[in-house]
């Protein structure tokens, strides 16, 4: 009698002790919001969503990261970061165009025609001078988490352009940062700063005559349908970057932390392959909406007419600049 109430208390003990655990670890979940300005199936997309996936199997389900496309959270990334540095957005993946007003190291990746090719760029970002950049994000109050592909941005209108010439005098947009203003002023058009989701509706309504980006955003954000020229000057190669607020960085233990890193690492590979695929089939699907695409055999007028901003810029860049140079595939 007395040895089975001693059982039953037991057992008592051990159902509440179950009981408090599971309650803790559904307490414990942390839910992370990811703000990604493209839609649903957008390469960088697919890549934040491998990585909640990745994040939540290496957490254990200890981390849920919530990831909300198309400009859901706000179409401004401008907007996006200043909400990930106060701690108010934990996670988002942008441009290293609009992340250069807030860290200007960055700005390097803002100087045109800075890589010969994709491969030299990813030689430079998987080096360890590229992986301390996203280290160097910290003093801004950022946390860089990796590289993504973003392949090259070119000129596109709705007029005729076939070449740098027939950007005079002509407005176009860039993303608020002051290098890219200076780059567009360079190339003669006239520099109009404003956050992507403004874009379609101001070319529709001839704000601006054109802007520049690469072609898979040309289809995400359908400029290509009130844009009908597209120039393949390529003068942009502008990496995306994965990051964090360092203010939520800093709440999560260790091992979430590396969990974080070994996750975002992962999805390197994956984005990678979902960008080169998709980067081909945007440009034919452009071309078969009736888009006007002009190639540009030779890129020296273009780089011509940016050689003294290079020249002004370069020493802030000096370091990185040496790194990227040496990285440079034999001609
Ligand atoms: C795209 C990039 C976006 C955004 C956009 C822009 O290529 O993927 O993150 O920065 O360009 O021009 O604003």
């Given amino acids: 009698m007395k040895h ?10 051990c159902v509440m002790a179950l009981v408090f655990c599971i309650g803790l670890t559904a307490q414990a979940q942390m839910v992370l919001k990811l703000s990604e300005i493209h839609p649903q199936g957008y390469p960088t997309e ?8 990745l994040v939540n199997l290496y957490t254990k389900g200890g981390i849920k990261v919530d990831v909300f496309p198309g400009g859901q959270i706000s179409g401004d990334e401008k907007v996006v970061i200043e ?28 100087l045109p025609f800075l890589f010969d090719s994709k491969e030299h760029m990813w030689a430079f970002l998987n080096s360890p001078a590229g992986q301390k950049m996203l ?25 005729p352009i076939n070449k740098i010439e027939d950007l005079k005098g002509k407005k176009y947009r860039v993303m608020p940062n002051n290098l890219l203003v200076k780059m567009v002023e360079a190339m003669g058009a006239s520099a109009v700063p404003m956050a992507a989701g403004q874009v379609f509706s101001a070319i529709q309504t001839g704000v601006i005559d054109g802007a520049e980006n690469n072609p898979p955003s040309l289809i995400s954000f359908n400029h290509y349908q009130v844009a009908k020229h597209y120039l393949l000057d390529e003068h942009l190669r502008l990496p995306e970057v994965l990051f964090m607020s360092k203010i939520v960085w800093d709440k999560l ?11 975002a690492a992962e999805t390197v590979a994956f984005q990678r392959q979902k960008w080169d695929a998709y980067e081909i089939e945007a440009l034919n699907k452009i071309k078969a909406e009736g888009e006007i695409i002009i190639p540009v055999a030779d890129k020296t007028p273009f780089k011509n007419a940016v050689k003294q901003l290079i020249a002004e810029e370069s020493p802030k860049f000096a370091e990185t600049l040496k790194a990227i140079d040496t990285l440079r595939p034999k001609k």
């Fill in 46 to 53: 697919l890549a934040d969503e491998e990585f909640a996936r």
């Fill in 253 to 263: 233990s260790k091992d979430q932390q590396d969990a974080l890193r070994k996750a």
């Fill in 135 to 159: 280290a160097d994000l910290a003093p801004s109050g950022f946390v860089g988490l990796c590289w993504y592909d973003g392949g090259a941005r070119s000129f596109y209108a709705n007029y």
């Fill in 83 to 110: 909400q990930v540095k106060i701690g108010a957005i934990a996670i988002a993946r942008v441009s290293s165009g609009a992340l250069g007003s807030f860290n200007a190291q960055l700005n390097v990746f803002s």
């Fill in 4 to 13: 089975s109430r001693h059982v039953v208390r037991l057992a008592v003990m």
